[in-house]
């Protein structure tokens, strides 16, 4: 059965303090790994997909990876507008949708 | 740059009765799907609809039905309210190219729905 898990659950981080937030997938033939930010009240914002082991995407201060079995969005020295949950989700096999994990709540501290 | 909408925002409802959840977008995208978002859990896909004149079933369909009135516009129905429809409810959109099955998928600000 597809799997997608996300930790931490929450994370509090001081402005300009660097973290990695995981998603961790148990899925057959993955077509893609999405990286989506939500804000409270609001729908998920796309941010980056990822097609294939060993790829990279950068955006600002995030960075997000992907190897066989986890994505890892890098947060570099975030900022408090960086606070929000972040979702990812898995595309795979033969299906148009997205399984989405259940996200990691990320506080910025001033 | 409107991308996808969705009316109403806030909807309360009781028990039995019905109502349709409607979702536009104007990206000209191909594909369009509802799904519902609840606390502890991650989004799930309700119902999908692949192209214009197509829909399909996707995690938790029950008590539910679409209609993809054209390109443009997905609806969702509720037909006899249940406490457990509760949720908040997000319309997506996505579009084709090369690699239809991966292109990312954009989602409205979601129907916030309460059933008593």
């Known amino acids: ?110 | 740059n409107a991308g996808v909408t969705q009316t109403p925002k806030f909807q309360v409802l009781k028990t039995g009765q019905s109502m349709t959840l409607q979702c536009a977008q104007d990206m000209n995208h191909n594909s369009m799907y509802w799904y519902r978002q609840d606390p502890g859990m991650g989004l799930r896909l309700i119902y999908y609809s692949a192209s214009e004149g197509t829909t399909d079933k996707g995690e938790v369909p029950n008590g539910y039905n679409v209609s993809r009135l054209n390109k443009r516009e997905f609806s969702l129905r509720l037909e006899s309210a249940a406490p457990s429809q509760t949720s908040v409810y997000f319309c997506a959109s996505s579009g084709t190219g090369l690699k239809p099955y991966n292109q990312p998928q954009h989602f409205g600000d979601g129907t916030r729905l309460s059933i008593l």
């Open chain 1, 1 to 110: 059965e597809d799997q997608v898990t996300q930790s931490p659950e929450a994370l509090r981080l001081q402005e300009g303090e660097s973290s990695s937030l995981n998603c961790s997938y148990t899925v057959s033939g993955l077509r893609g790994l999405f990286w989506y930010r939500q804000d409270p009240g609001k729908g998920p914002e796309f941010l980056f997909t990822l097609y294939s082991a060993g790829e990279e995407k950068e955006k600002e201060r995030l960075k997000a990876t992907l190897t066989k079995k986890e994505s890892f969005l890098h947060i570099t020295a975030p900022k408090p507008e960086d606070s929000a949950t972040y979702l990812c989700a898995v595309q795979a096999g033969g299906a148009n949708n997205l399984f989405f994990g259940t996200g990691t709540r990320l506080t910025v501290i001033p």
